[in-house]
Nanobody, 124 residues
């Protein structure tokens, strides 16, 4: 079992940067691929970024490539999402997820554990 707790969300202006974090506890964190997803009311949860257990492979949604960076610190059991040049359409609840697979997949069905989410609001 893995418990995930997100933090760092908030209200920012378009063009600003924000870093959200996800702290994991429970089973060995380093064996899991980790992902970030986001969801707005009335829409499906969508993939944002993912990172392999070693940190050597990453995946990004086309909408965030070049602006967002996912990273992890296995010693701290934490994964980060650095978001730069934020846009109003980035407003959503951001969820952290852990997958028993080593691959940084894009499907929600690959992920076994989820956090409660952190709200990110980007104003114009």
């Amino acid at each position: 079992q893995v418990q995930l707790v997100e933090s760092g969300g908030g209200l920012v202006q378009a063009g600003d940067s924000l870093r959200v974090s996800c702290a994991a506890s429970g089973r060995t964190f380093s064996i899991y691929a980790m992902g970030w997803f986001r969801q707005v009311p009335g829409k499906e949860r969508e993939f944002v970024a993912a990172i392999s257990w070693s940190g050597g492979r990453t995946n990004y949604a086309d909408s965030v490539k070049g602006r967002f960076t996912i990273s992890r610190d296995n010693a701290l059991n934490t994964v980060y999402l650095q978001m730069n040049s934020l846009k109003p359409e980035g407003t959503a609840v951001y969820y952290c997820a852990a997958s028993r697979s080593s691959s940084p997949g894009v499907s929600i069905f690959q992920y076994d554990y989820w956090g409660q989410g952190t709200q990110v609001t980007v104003s114009t």
